[in-house]
């Protein structure tokens, strides 16, 4: 996918995807839901 002309990737945190480290959904089919994270910003 393009984004104002430069690629775009999605990594998954799933460990679903047979082509890892991208995401192609399958978090949606598996229910997968990545811990909640705090972050703090200055």
Same mark, same amino acid.
């Given at each position: 996918? !393009?984004?104002d002309g430069k690629? !775009?990737?999605y990594l998954c945190h799933c460990d679903g995807p047979l082509r890892k480290p991208y995401c192609n959904g399958t978090h949606r089919k598996i229910?997968?839901?990545?811990?909640e994270a705090y972050v703090e910003t200055p």
């Open positions: 996918m !393009l984004v690629p !775009l990737t229910g997968f839901k990545a811990p």
